[in-house]
Nanobody, 124 residues
Framework: QVQLVESGGGLVQAGGSLRLSCAAS????????MGWFRQSPGKEREFVAT????????VYADSVKGRFTISRENAKNTLYLHMNSLTHEDAAAYYC?????????????????WGQGNQVTVSS
């Protein structure tokens, strides 16, 4: 049974940093294209960042480019999202997702595996 469990969220001041983790079981992160998505109340879930199955290709939403970094550690079977210079617009529930294709995609459809979400709150 596949499980993706996010952690590392919480309350952070504007301008601060957080690192989200997504621990996988039942699948090997190095064999899947993976992504981070986020959802705020009343909004649709949106793409944040993706990493290809072999890790050579990363793609970022324009809103986070230069501030967020997606990476993974195969030895720990874990996906990460390093977030810097956080703003109120970054406050959301963050979800990791996995798919079996080589390249990840920016659409939520096509990802069969999802975590339960982890809340990030940004204070003034």
């Amino acid at each position: 049974q596949v499980q993706l469990v996010e952690s590392g969220g919480g309350l952070v001041q504007a301008g601060g940093s957080l690192r989200l983790s997504c621990a996988a079981s039942g699948l090997t992160v190095g064999s899947y294209a993976m992504g981070w998505f986020r959802q705020s109340p009343g909004k649709e879930r949106e793409f944040v960042a993706t990493i290809s199955r072999r890790g050579g290709t990363t793609v970022y939403a324009d809103s986070v480019k230069g501030r967020f970094t997606i990476s993974r550690e195969n030895a720990k079977n874990t996906l990460y999202l390093h977030m810097n210079s956080l703003t109120h617009e970054d406050a959301a529930a963050y979800y990791c997702a996995a798919k079996t294709t080589v390249l990840a995609g920016q659409l939520t459809t096509g990802y069969p595996y999802w975590g339960q979400g982890n809340q990030v709150t940004v204070s003034s």
